[in-house]
T-cell receptor, first 113, second 114 residues
Framework: GDSVTQMEGPVTLSEEAFLTINCTYT??????LFWYVQYPGEGLQLLLK?????DKGSNKGFEATYRKETTSFHLEKGSVQVSDSAVYFC????????????FGTGTRLAVRP | DAGVIQSPRHEVTEMGQEVTLRCKPI?????LFWYRQTMMRGLELLIY????????DSGMPEDRFSAKMPNASFSTLKIQPSEPRDSAVYFC????????????FGPGTRLTVL
């Protein structure tokens, strides 16, 4: 079945550091890929998405590129801020698996001033 | 739009009691999802609806859990009887279209069963 694997957290960085959170997936066909973010005490919200190979999703300085050849969708940001501290979830959706998403376990990011 | 609305935000109850969680999706969204989040198990999809019809309830833990969507603007998740292991944050989410569309999450209901 479909699965999403994220790097273990927590990830602790200093402000203005470069961020990478790895995400790889297992799925047949051509899934759509997503990054959701959960700030403390809130529900998840979509950060960015990509629906086909080589697409790059971007939002709020975050980027991720859909790499079919490596089945990856790594999240990057050039300079993190304290306000980026949150839990980040990678997810995939595929037509033949219905209208639901498969989420990774989440990666907690803590940014120090 | 007001976003997805969930109530109550916090619920503390005793083992054996009935618990009802409520959700109002975003108007015009045809899909509604119920999730449960715990430290041990992460985020789990319990059930989802399309146009008020349950499509996949394979994530519902057991018969103590039930969900309904009597109309397009309201859904409930009921636990009867509740147990301490049901303690979790329960999220409702809605989306306009299929898996490629954004899911909008509510703020969640934190349930504590003593």
């Amino acid at each position: 079945g479909d699965s999403v694997t994220q790097m273990e957290g927590p990830v602790t960085l200093s402000e203005e550091a470069f961020l990478t959170i790895n995400c790889t997936y297992t799925a047949t066909g051509y899934p759509s890929l997503f990054w959701y973010v959960q700030y403390p005490g809130e529900g998840l919200q979509l950060l960015l998405k990509a629906t086909k190979a080589d697409d790059k999703g971007s939002n709020k300085g975050f980027e991720a590129t859909y790499r079919k050849e490596t089945t990856s969708f790594h999240l990057e940001k050039g300079s993190v801020q304290v306000s980026d501290s949150a839990v980040y979830f990678c997810a995939l959706g595929r037509k033949s698996s219905g209208d639901k998403l498969t989420f990774g376990t989440g990666t907690r990011l803590a940014v120090r001033p | 739009d007001a976003g997805v609305i969930q109530s109550p935000r916090h619920e503390v109850t005793e083992m054996g009691q009935e618990v009802t969680l409520r959700c109002k999706p975003i108007s015009g969204h045809d899909y509604l999802f119920w999730y449960r989040q715990t430290m041990m198990r992460g985020l789990e999809l319990l059930i989802y609806f399309n146009n008020n019809v349950p499509i996949d309830d394979s994530g519902m833990p057991e018969d103590r859990f039930s969900a309904k969507m009597p109309n397009a603007s309201f859904s409930t998740l009921k636990i009867q009887p509740s147990e301490p292991r049901d303690s979790a944050v329960y999220f409702c989410a809605s989306s306009r279209d299929t898996y490629t569309d954004t899911q909008y999450f509510g703020p969640g209901t934190r349930l504590t069963v003593l």
